[in-house]
């Protein structure tokens, strides 16, 4: 079975400054890819998604993220946060093999004002 | 456009009691998910649908659990009987198919005491 790793449980950071959260995943096939936020009380909503062509996408909020299939990996990245970034993000992968969406852990982002 | 549609949003029952959670997924989505999302982790799929038929059940504790989709539309997945560990928020998801993006519905968050 696939596996989705994020690499950090949680991040603290200040206004302003930037913020890269790590994803691996485990399958070598075809795959499409995610990154879900969740913002204090609200349900997981889509931030962006790779299905194919550049490897670097933009998503809502001004965050991005680059595939880099070499590395199996799905990075997300926001030059400048907000204290309104603060939320849970979560990155997920579906394989062609079996359209199953798997998710990783989640990050949980703190933004101090 | 309406997002997906869960009720209840809270449910507190006792151990051995069954319970019910409903899901109207957004109009036109033929695919339909069920997940279960424990705290600190990510959503772990349950059960999909294609229209009215469960393409992919393998996860879910056929013992204890039963789901449907009726007119491939409206879904109702059931506990019976609860146990303490079925705790956690259960969230539906529907797509256009299954490689497209999911919509989260807001989850419905049981307490077995």
């Known amino acids: 079975a696939q596996s989705v790793s994020q690499h950090n449980h949680h991040v603290i950071l200040s206004e302003a400054a930037s913020l890269e959260l790590g994803c691996n995943y485990s399958y070598g096939g075809t795959v499409n890819l995610f990154w879900y936020v969740q913002y204090p009380g609200q349900h997981l909503q889509l931030l962006l998604k790779y299905f194919s062509g550049d490897p670097l996408v933009k998503g809502i909020k001004g965050f991005e993220a680059e595939f880099i299939k070499s590395k199996f990996s799905f990075n997300l990245r926001k030059p400048s946060v907000q204290w309104s970034d603060t939320a849970e993000y979560f990155c997920?992968?579906?394989?062609?093999?079996?359209?199953?969406?798997?998710f990783g852990a989640g990050t949980t982002v703190t933004v101090r004002a | 456009e309406a997002g997906v549609v869960q009720s209840p949003r809270y449910k507190i029952i006792e151990k051995k009691q069954p319970v019910a959670f409903w899901c109207n997924p957004i109009?036109?989505?033929?695919?339909l998910y069920w997940y279960l999302q424990n705290l600190g982790q990510g959503p772990e799929l349950l059960i999909r649908?294609?229209?009215?038929?469960?393409?992919?059940d393998s996860q879910l504790p056929k013992d204890r659990f039963s789901a449907e989709r009726l007119k491939g539309v409206d879904s109702t997945l059931k506990i019976q009987p609860a146990e303490l560990g079925d705790s956690a928020v259960y969230l539906c998801?529907?797509?256009?198919?299954?490689?497209?993006?999911?919509?989260f519905g807001p989850g419905t968050r049981l307490t077995v005491l």
């Open positions: 997920a992968v579906i394989s062609a093999n079996d359209y199953k969406l798997s």
């Open positions: 649908y294609e229209n009215e038929e469960a393409v992919d």
């Open positions: 998801a529907s797509s256009l198919t299954s490689v497209n993006e999911q919509f």
């Open positions: 109009s036109g989505h033929n695919t």
